[in-house]
């Protein structure tokens, strides 16, 4: 019925997805694929939070996902509205276009 | 159901390992949202069908929605027709349609198993979510709100047209 899945394996698996997220924030250049890399690590987070809830019995995991959504949310509108404006402005979706700050 | 957790984390690391080394924005994409749906899966045998619902419904709709936008936005050119073409061939489509298949696989296996109408015993309800939503996490819930219209504000006035 429910998972009975030990709670290492789950937080193991929310550490992997957020490895994964990590590396592709790092290793990639283009500001779209660095923001999926964003949104991977903030879905393992959620994971992790619900593996504990559920481990527990407790809701207090799925309210803090609901939270970590909303946050998602919020980021991504403001990100993929700054991405725009970063290909108006240099015409390339390469982060090291915009290295140099003005002042 | 412990099968269907393994399984469905399996599908998840696959596809967020092949999001990070495309090239192809599209496909990244295409594999980021069977990333989604694998680890809604994942929430769904914990007993959190809730927020399994809302990963789908939030995560793999609207924020993936937004993406597939701007990706859409931005490729405007003379590139895009040629691209098109490359798009629709039927052989991109076979990765994330295998993996799709096995997590189909999976809630049918589910649901034909007899445990669909799971009564009590570790399985959240919604119910219980809203009252500790609007309860003692009331605050928690005021400051997302602000940081939605904060999230708003700030994406009109990215947004705006620059003055000449």
Not at chain 1, 46 to 51: H, S
Not at chain 2, 72 to 79: E, S
Not at chain 2, 83 to 94: A, F, H, M, N, V
Not at chain 2, 160 to 164: A, D, V, Y
């Given at each position: 019925?429910?998972?009975?899945v030990p709670?290492?394996h789950?937080?193991?698996?929310?550490a992997?997805l957020?490895?994964?997220?990590l590396?592709?924030v790092?290793?990639r250049?283009?500001i779209?694929?660095?923001?999926?890399s964003?949104e991977?690590?903030?879905?393992?987070v959620?994971?992790?939070?619900?593996?504990a809830?559920a481990?527990w019995g407790?809701?207090?995991?799925?309210?803090?996902?609901?939270?970590?959504?909303?946050?998602?949310a919020?980021e991504?509108?403001?990100g993929?509205?700054?991405v725009i404006?970063?290909y108006?402005?240099?015409?390339?979706?390469?982060?090291d276009?915009a290295?140099?700050?003005k002042? | 159901?412990n099968l269907?957790f393994?399984?469905?984390?399996v599908?998840?690391?696959i596809?967020?390992?092949l999001?990070?080394?495309?090239?192809?924005a599209?496909?990244?994409?295409l594999?980021?949202i069977?990333?989604?749906?694998?680890?809604?899966?994942?929430?769904?045998?914990l007993?959190a069908?809730?927020?399994a619902?809302?990963?789908?419904?939030?995560y793999?709709?609207a924020i993936m929605?937004l993406?597939i936008?701007?990706i859409?936005?931005?490729?405007?050119?003379?590139?895009a027709?040629k691209?098109?073409?490359?798009?629709?061939?039927?052989?991109?489509?076979?990765g994330?349609?295998l993996?799709c298949?096995?997590m189909?696989?999976?809630l049918i296996y589910?649901?034909?198993s007899?445990?669909?109408?799971i009564?009590?015993?570790?399985?959240?309800?919604?119910?219980e979510?809203?009252i500790?939503l609007?309860?003692p996490?009331?605050l928690?819930?005021?400051?997302a709100s602000?940081?939605?219209?904060s999230?708003?504000?700030?994406?009109?006035?990215?947004g705006?047209?620059?003055?000449?």
């Open positions: 019925m429910i998972a009975t709670l290492e789950g937080l193991i698996l929310a992997a957020f490895a994964l997220g590396t592709g790092l290793v250049r283009n779209v694929f660095m923001l999926m964003v991977i690590m903030l879905n393992s959620g994971l992790a939070f619900i593996v809830g481990r407790q809701v207090d995991g799925q309210v803090m996902f609901v939270f970590i959504l909303t946050m998602a919020a991504v509108s403001v993929l509205a700054l404006l970063l108006h402005r240099f015409k390339t979706l390469d982060a276009a290295s140099i700050m002042g | 159901m269907l393994y399984l469905s984390a599908v998840a690391l596809t967020t390992l999001v990070i080394t495309r090239t192809n599209v496909h990244a994409l594999y980021l069977v990333s989604l749906l694998a680890v809604a899966l994942i929430f769904f045998s007993g069908p809730f927020v619902a809302l990963e789908v419904i939030i793999a709709g929605v993406f936008f701007v859409m936005m931005l490729n405007l050119g003379g590139r027709a691209q098109e073409c490359l798009w629709l061939r039927p052989g991109i489509w076979k994330p349609a993996l298949g096995i189909a696989a999976e589910f649901f034909l007899g445990h669909a109408r009564s009590a015993g570790g399985v959240v309800q919604p119910k979510i809203g500790a609007f309860g996490y009331a928690g819930v005021e400051l602000m940081l939605l219209l999230g708003l504000v700030g994406a009109y006035h990215l705006r047209p620059e003055k000449q």
